[in-house]
């Protein structure tokens, strides 16, 4: 089983900075990993796929990047909307597995 | 647009069966692989199991291999999950979710709201 690794575990920042993420396997995945945001209360809402790609609707202040083992998800000018919890996960390999979540807090 | 609703959560003792199920609407059901993804309070999320577009493959996550058991039903558009064995580990919000691939098993694209699952000592 691929271990998936989010760091850090809580993150906070300011409105309107930026905040970066990042996300591990302990195994090569390619570009086999998708990133979600989860508001309280809320089910996950896919954010990127492929790495990359982001999903429909989403904004670009979102930016996923990286390939292999070592992933970034990058959030520019933060807005009240995006202090939630993200959580990174892999499917280049079975089973699925994500990592456990990193949170963005406002400082 | 896509609408999935679970249902079948509740409470039950340790050693128990439940069985979940998912209705889907707004998309071609017979067309996309369904997992099921779960999230014990203040967790994580942890993935358990996903079916393929007809049914014919299903893999699980290694902490519920051999417990539980999805399966669908392409003519009702209904997912289930047949859970055997329960502890309080298994206590959790279940999430039904597509995924985002037609006839393939990658990343599910849009979940439902979930149902909550009690196992008590």
């Known amino acids: 089983e691929i271990e998936m690794t989010q760091s850090p575990a809580t993150v906070s920042v300011s409105p309107g900075e930026s905040a970066t993420l990042s996300c591990r396997a302990t195994?090569?995945?390619?570009?086999?990993l998708a990133w979600f945001q989860q508001r309280p209360g809320q089910p996950p809402r896919l954010l990127v796929y492929g790495a990359s790609t982001r999903a429909s609707g989403v904004s670009a202040r979102f930016r996923g990047s990286g390939s292999g083992t070592e992933f970034t998800l990058t959030i520019s000018s933060l807005q009240s909307q995006d202090f939630a919890l993200y959580h990174c996960?892999?499917?280049?390999?079975?089973?699925?597995?994500f990592g456990q979540g990193t949170r963005v807090d406002i400082k | 647009q896509v609408h999935l609703v679970e249902s079948g959560g509740g409470v039950v003792q340790t050693g128990g069966f439940l069985r979940l199920s998912c209705t889907a609407s707004g998309f071609g059901f017979s067309t996309y692989g369904m997992h099921w993804v779960r999230q014990a309070p203040g967790k994580g999320l942890e993935w358990l199991a996903v079916i393929s577009y007809d049914g014919t493959k299903t893999y699980y996550g290694e902490s519920v291999q051999g417990r539980f058991a999805i399966s669908r039903d392409n003519y009702k558009k209904t997912l289930s999950l047949e859970m055997s064995g329960l502890s309080p580990e298994d206590t959790a919000v279940y999430y039904c979710?597509?995924?985002?691939?037609?006839?393939?098993?990658?990343?599910?694209?849009?979940w439902g709201q979930g149902t909550l699952v009690t196992v008590s000592p």
């Open positions: 979710a597509k995924d985002g691939t037609p006839y393939s098993g990658t990343f599910p694209d849009s």
């Open positions: 996960q892999q499917y280049g390999n079975w089973p699925i597995t």
């Open positions: 195994q090569t995945i390619g570009t086999a």
